[in-house]
Nanobody, 125 residues
Framework: QVQLVESGGGLVQAGGSLRLSCAASGRTLSTYTMGWFRQYSGQQREFVATINWSGGRTNYADSVKGRFTISRDNAKNTVYLQMKSLNPEDTAVYSC??????????????????WGQGTQVTVSS
């Protein structure tokens, strides 16, 4: 089992940027598809973005397309989510997740077997 720890969340004004990181331990991430999901208070997790094992394929939710960028550094066992042009609707707990499917391109959280604890992102208006 891979352990995931997110960092980089915080409070930012609308229009601002944040970069989230997800550091893994226990296993190398190089064969996993990695994903970011977010959860609004009292609601189910929502797909944000995924990146395949090599970084050559990414997938984004329509709500973040053009504003968020997912990337990975397999040498550092770390995945990133660069978020720009943030708005209050982006306020949520953001979690990273690992899927054992190397080239998963879907949006289902059930495909991901390892999860981090999450990091809070709050965007003020």
């Amino acid at each position: 089992q891979v352990q995931l720890v997110e960092s980089g969340g915080g409070l930012v004004q609308a229009g601002g940027s944040l970069r989230l990181s997800c550091a893994a331990s226990g296993r190398t991430l190089s064969t996993y598809t990695m994903g970011w999901f977010r959860q609004y208070s009292g609601q189910q997790r929502e797909f944000v973005a995924t990146i395949n094992w090599s970084g050559g394929r990414t997938n984004y939710a329509d709500s973040v397309k053009g504003r968020f960028t997912i990337s990975r550094d397999n040498a550092k066992n770390t995945v990133y989510l660069q978020m720009k042009s943030l708005n209050p609707e982006d306020t949520a707990v953001y979690s990273c997740a690992a899927s054992q499917y190397p080239n998963y391109n879907g949006t289902a959280s059930a495909a991901f077997t390892s999860w981090g604890q999450g990091t809070q992102v709050t965007v003020s208006s």
